[in-house]
């Protein structure tokens, strides 16, 4: 489907507040449950969130520093303003399809000898979104700024615990190809848990405050015109906003982002629950951003095979990428992925070749490159095509010319800004060739699926590749599957590349890792990991050795969603969520644990007595289809790392 972004602001600048001098400011969301304070004290500026009269996020500071003063310090609030926000859009590619954005939005003007500036807070009703804002300066002689650092932090209070990934070192792992937020969650630890690498924790971040409620962090909105930015380890202030380590791309380009005036920071946005459901169902990633660029082309989202992740780099040559090609026609797919090291196995010719047969069944090639340039020591060819204008924009030409659907780049080099201007080039670039773009080895994506209408997916997470690299992930597949919806997939689409029929990870189904989950476990993350493309784990061998009941469910579980509802669940232990695509509801149950588990049916999006499929695993194992009466007042148990799988008739 045509990606339809729509906005319009139906109520925008109604002024309810006036103040001047004041020393506390604050906004409620519309149903006035979550409030935002804003206060000066000493000169200082500091904000607190509370949600039902609680704490959820304790005085926490605000400002920054520029290259040519401190902006945190000596403040007055000149005067502020609160105005309704009331927009509609529709994206054909997050977690649901339409979202009608209500809320307050305070501005708060602020000076101190140094100069000018507004935080605008954006409340609604289980998100907050705040930046800052800055005109120009010195009477509008100064038309640039660099930031030398945030003072923005976010505290809270000691019952406090925190589901938090740790930001990888600079110029360390594969070829020296991180930090690309590929690191293990450490869950429910006390505040102030020292992360990893004593270089803090990238977001999203999530943290439960006691029995109060949730909190997740994370920001959005950050395109070339600033770093991606991540949270420090714990200060007695709270956690700090931290920018790119000078060290990332082998220490070249700055790690203070600069932008012209008049100009914003990217929106930072806290999402609040008493339960997960806001926090699983949010959409603060794309409430406050807009479409950078329109498009012509229709773009088609939908799923895919590549050999590269069963059959690995050996699997690069004409003949075994047309067994994928033949795999994606035989399951109904739209799309083959051909990765790392095509130009020298199968080269130009050959790929125009392999993209014609393609097309003959129905099927359109992603092609892989490496973002690299000189960031990394990354071998996988292509490398040198897409880190800079002129080169890339002839490839994509002639992806183009040959039918490509899209690209895959993968090893970028950090959160620098200038890696942020080199994903929104190949984006922007892409869309001039019609092609879609899915990243690798590579930052979260912050509010990308309405910035770029072209983008469709990135890694940013311990993804399948890890299950074939080593047993522990394999072991730990089950606390990972049912965490990522509550904190990595709740802020933006995430390509994991999964789903396994396989039981051996590895290209004979015979040696290798033991993957440690059920079938229908797998089935259900084709729901639970929310993507427009999905690239699954398929090899040729399923057709024939996999139960057919799981291939004919692969062969129709859509990729886009209308809706999603999150049902119950806990971070890393156990998911119910649902999600409806055209009139049909599925609903993923997952366990990741291993103690067998009881989940109560009654709030599944069915009526009593509706007649449903039901994908669920026997006493020995077998994945199982029945048509059952769905009971609301039923309860199910379900073992250790299986799953069951509902879907609307
Ligand atoms: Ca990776």
Redesign the pocket.
Known sequence: MHTYVKSIVLAASLSISMTSAAKNVETTSPDGRLVVNVAEEGGSLSYVVKYDGSEMLTKSRLGFVSEFGDFSNGLTIDSSIVSKVDNEYSLDRIKTAHVHYVANELKVYLSNKIGRYTVTFSVSNNDVAFRYEVPRQDRGERGCIRMMKESTTFNFSDKTTSFLCPQSDAMIG?KRSKP?Y?EEYVLDAPLATKSKFGKGFTFPCLFRVGEQGWVLVSETGVDSRYCASHLSDYTNDGYEIAFAMQEENNGNGTAEPAFALPGVTPWRTITVGKSLAPIVETTAAWNTVRPLYTTDCKYKYGKSTWSWILWQDNSINYDDQVAFVDLAAAMGYSYTLVDCAWDTNIGRDGMKKLADYARTKGVQLFVWYSSSGYWNDIVQSPINIMDRAISRKAEMKWLKEIGAAGIKV??FAGDKQETLRLYEDILSDANDNDLMVIF??CTLPRGWERMYPNYVGS?AVL?S??LIFEQHFCDVFGTNATLHPFVRNAVGCMEFGGCFMNKYMHRSNAKGNVRRTSDVFELATTILFQNPIQNFALAPNNLTDAPKICMDFLRNVPTTWTETRFIDGYPGKYIVLARKSADKWYVAIANGTDKEISINLANLPFADKQLVECYADSKDGKPTLAEVKYRKNAKMRVTPLSGVVYVEK
Do not use: M
């Open positions: 594969w690309s590929e993968d090893f690798h080895g890694e993804a590749e890890n």
